[in-house]
Nanobody, 125 residues
Framework: QVQLVESGGGLVQAGGSLRLSCAAS????????LGWFRQAPGKEREFVAS????????AYADSVKGRSTISRDNTKDTMSLQMDSLKPEDTAVYYC??????????????????WGQGTQVTVSS
């Protein structure tokens, strides 16, 4: 069992940056692939980024590629998402998630077993 808690969301102007964090509790954090997803009002939850158990492999949605960096620290049971050059269309609730069955993580929400409660990111134009 892994419990996830996100932080770092907020209101930022377009072009600004935010760093989202995800703190995990549980003895097997390093054995879980991790991911970030987001959900805007009236839209489905969508993939943002994922990172493998070791941290050596990452993947990004095209919409954030080149503007975001996912990382993890298995010694501290934390994961981060650095987002730069933010756009109004990045406005959403951001969720971190953990996949107990995969080394690399996936792009589908159904691949993940554990979820945080979400943190709101609002980008003003």
């Amino acid at each position: 069992q892994v419990q996830l808690v996100e932080s770092g969301g907020g209101l930022v102007q377009a072009g600004g940056s935010l760093r989202l964090s995800c703190a995990a509790s549980g003895r097997t954090f390093s054995a879980h692939a991790l991911g970030w997803f987001r959900q805007a009002p009236g839209k489905e939850r969508e993939f943002v980024a994922s990172i493998s158990t070791s941290g050596r492999n990452t993947a990004y949605a095209d919409s954030v590629k080149g503007r975001s960096t996912i990382s993890r620290d298995n010694t501290k049971d934390t994961m981060s998402l650095q987002m730069d050059s933010l756009k109004p269309e990045d406005t959403a609730v951001y969720y971190c998630a953990a996949d107990k069955s995969s080394i690399f993580g996936g792009t589908r929400p159904t691949s993940y077993d554990y979820w945080g409660q979400g943190t709101q990111v609002t980008v003003s134009s």
